[in-house]
């Protein structure tokens, strides 16, 4: 199947005239082609594309990350001109000052929220439940199911349904 698949798409690239250019890689390995517009055998014209031709082959060892950002906004379309390694390199040295900044400001949040922890006072657990109308408001609301915790025992309030007293 797969040698097949090669000699179809050698087949299909001559005739439809499509010259790719590598225009860079990346340090992953990964491969990025550039296409440019052009008119094919039929007289159809084809817009340009910009390809990636991953260095996992498989679909499945594909994962997030493994383009740099620059890359991908590159293939999107977002930017016109392709990345390079100087620019690729130095918003990685950015991003990892921003990163460690950031890491810094959450130590020194920690420790004055720490400080600033002695000073409140702590919130007020409120243990009321339900609505001020409720006829149960501020107290213990019968349970439907008989409740058990360990050495008290509460009964509930279910009652048989059918009318039948057991008693009778």
Known sequence: MGWSQDLFRALWRALSKEAKEQVGTDRFGNKYYYV???????????REKRIIETANKREVDYEVGDIPTEWEAWIRGKRKTPPTMEEILKNEKNREVIKRKSQDLY???????????????????????????APYFGKEEPSVAPTSTGKTFQPGSWMPQGGKNPNQ
């Open 36 to 46: 440019p517009e052009y008119r094919n055998w039929r007289g159809q014209t084809i």
């Open 107 to 133: 130590e020194e949040e920690k420790l004055l929220s720490k400080e600033n922890e002695e000073l409140l006072a702590p919130p007020v657990q409120t243990q009321i439940k339900g609505h001020a109308s």
